[in-house]
Nanobody, 126 residues
Framework: QLQLVESGGGLVQPGGSLRLSCVAS????????IGWFRQAPGKEREGVSC????????YYADSVKGRFTISRANAKNTVTLQMNSLKPEDTAVYYC???????????????????WGQGTQVTVSS
């Protein structure tokens, strides 16, 4: 059974860091675009970052550029999101996502992602 399991969420003070991990089971990540979305209460899902399967190119939402870093470890079937300089507006449930093929590189259209994890809560608050 295909499954994505996120971990690493929690409560952190503004300016702090968290590292989210996503482990895939039932399939290998090597040939898929993978990324992270988030959804805050009362708001729509927002693409945060994704990484290409073809050449490893990375893409980020403007709101997280320079603060978040996505990476993949194909041998471990894992993708991580290093989040630094966290802000209260980063508070959301974060979802790991996988796509067989995006309409365009770095696309953040939710419908283009085929598998979603169950999500992990990130809360940035003092």
């Amino acid at each position: 059974q295909l499954q994505l399991v996120e971990s690493g969420g929690g409560l952190v003070q503004p300016g702090g860091s968290l590292r989210l991990s996503c482990v895939a089971s039932g399939f290998t990540l090597d040939y898929y675009a993978i990324g992270w979305f988030r959804q805050a209460p009362g708001k729509e899902r927002e693409g945060v970052s994704c990484i290409s399967s073809a050449d490893g190119s990375t893409y980020y939402a403007d709101s997280v550029k320079g603060r978040f870093t996505i990476s993949r470890a194909n041998a471990k079937n894992t993708v991580t999101l290093q989040m630094n300089s966290l802000k209260p507006e980063d508070t959301a449930v974060y979802y790991c996502v996988v796509s067989y093929g995006l309409g365009s590189p770095g696309s953040f259209f939710p419908d283009e992602y085929d598998y979603w994890g169950q999500g992990t809560q990130v809360t940035v608050s003092s």
